[in-house]
């Protein structure tokens, strides 16, 4: 039985296989009944809007269903009943879950306790593979991932999405580039396991100082649910902002990614601008959902 | 004439038990915390705090009498105390002698210091760490403890 919990957990090889078989699905290349009998049960503690609907779209492309878990508030769960109860009742009504839980770890738990496999939706400020995947797949339709320069912007310390991106870039090679508000930085366990793979990184005080010098720059929300306190959320929101102007002086094929919802990080001026890939990026989903339901599924 | 207090002896030697040694100053508290062991548990206990070692500048010892202790808990003993030599006494002769192995997954010892990990939750689960070179990581949420292990000891 295959879960998917952490890019971390899915070699190289699995990732270039479910990158190849994501490019040939968005080419139409697919059986549309692969997946026919085959029930997905979606189970969002958290809010999701992209992620829950690209996976409910990528079941139904490939001829599955899809079971949800509603409403927490219509759910055993208001009754106290633990993540593991809940895991262990919905194993047996599908064929595969998918998680979102605000707990991290939470995933982790969820594949000890279930008899079928499970997908990493978000586990609070863990992981997110899928994200990642995708956003994988994104960069690699403009360019090969190998080498590249790739500037983070934002919140590096709770993203999640930031988070499995650079472990998952730190396989090819790359440059990362951060620039964050005070506080935010990416944590330090993370710093060490990239500069462990030979990851170089290179803290930025400022866009403009290394802008001109990336392939592709991946923006991230600050995000209110993940402080502690509001006073700390307040003192770093609305810090910075992508114009039309930062993006004067930009390379030919650099890239400008968001794993969206975006709030004010990006001007939507901007999204006109060839460079923008925020909104493929979250079409993107679809194909490479797609590809991970056939591989836990199959 | 006065005579000299004795030198050396500072706790008695113990019948049948076991003799915890070379605990690095001043941890010997956590070793008793670490192995479950306190003053409502019905053990007779002596500890040795910052005894001086030729070895180890500064060590603990600690004595506690009709319990041998198991491999798995002497193991235990190696997050704070990786230096710890375990005698199993019988009979106040040293019948076995054990070494401390640092174990490659710790489970149910320490607790995750993040608090939005699920080992946290009302859950059936135990926290689980894996033993790296850095230090001790949760196996739900990847945190990473890499100093002041006895304080999160559960």
């Known amino acids: ?298 | 004439m006065k005579r000299k207090p004795e030198e050396g002896l500072l706790i008695s030697p113990i019948r049948n038990g076991t003799v915890i040694d070379h605990i690095d100053g001043g941890e010997g508290l956590s070793v008793l915390r670490i192995l479950g062991i306190t003053g409502r548990t019905t053990e007779s206990l002596s500890v040795a705090t910052n005894v001086e070692s030729r070895q180890m500048g500064k060590k603990d010892i600690v004595k506690i009498e009709n319990r041998e202790l198991l491999k798995k808990e002497v193991d235990r003993i190696s997050l704070i105390a990786p230096k710890a030599s375990i005698n199993i006494i019988r009979e106040f002769q040293v019948r076995e002698k054990i070494g401390v192995e640092i174990p490659s997954e710790v489970i149910g010892v320490i607790r995750c210091p993040n608090p939005g990990c699920i080992s946290n939750a009302n859950e059936p689960i135990q926290s689980s760490f894996a033993c790296q070179k850095r230090g001790y990581r949760c196996r739900y949420c990847d945190t990473l403890i890499t100093r002041d292990i006895a304080s999160y000891i559960i």
């Open chain 1, 1 to 298: 039985m295959r879960h998917i919990i952490s890019i971390n957990e899915v070699s190289t090889g699995e990732i270039d296989d479910i990158l190849d078989r994501a490019s040939a699905i968005e080419e139409g290349d697919f059986d549309p009944d692969a997946l026919k009998g085959k029930i997905l049960a979606n189970l969002f503690f958290e809010p999701s809007t992209r992620t829950q609907m690209s996976f409910v779209s990528a079941m139904l492309r490939l001829g599955g269903k899809v079971i949800n878990l509603g409403s927490i508030e219509a759910s055993s769960i208001v009754k106290g009943e633990t993540l593991a109860d809940t895991i262990r009742v919905v194993s047996g009504y599908a064929d595969s879950i998918v998680l979102r839980h605000p707990k991290e770890g939470a995933a982790r738990l969820a594949s000890e306790f279930s008899d079928v496999p499970v997908i990493n939706a978000g586990d609070g400020a863990g992981q997110h593979p899928s994200q990642t995947l995708l956003d994988l797949f994104t960069i690699r339709q403009s360019m090969p991932l190998d080498g590249i320069n790739v500037g983070f912007l934002g919140d590096l310390r709770y993203g999640r999405t930031a988070h499995s991106l650079a472990s998952a870039l730190s396989r090819y090679g790359v440059t990362i580039h951060t620039i964050t508000p005070p506080g935010l930085e990416l944590p330090p366990s993370l710093t060490h396991d990239l500069l462990d793979t030979g990851t170089k990184i290179v803290v930025h005080e400022h866009l403009e100082d290394i802008i001109a010098d990336l392939d592709v720059l991946y923006v991230t929300r600050i995000q209110r649910e993940r402080f502690p306190d509001p006073g700390a959320y307040a003192s770093v929101a609305h810090g910075y902002r992508v114009t039309p102007e930062t993006l004067a002086d930009v390379s030919e094929r650099f890239i400008l990614m968001h794993p969206l919802p975006r709030v004010d990080e990006i001007d939507p001026a901007v999204d006109t601008m060839p460079c923008a890939q925020y909104f493929k990026q979250a079409r993107n989903g679809v194909p490479v959902r797609m590809a991970m339901l056939q591989k836990v599924l199959l």
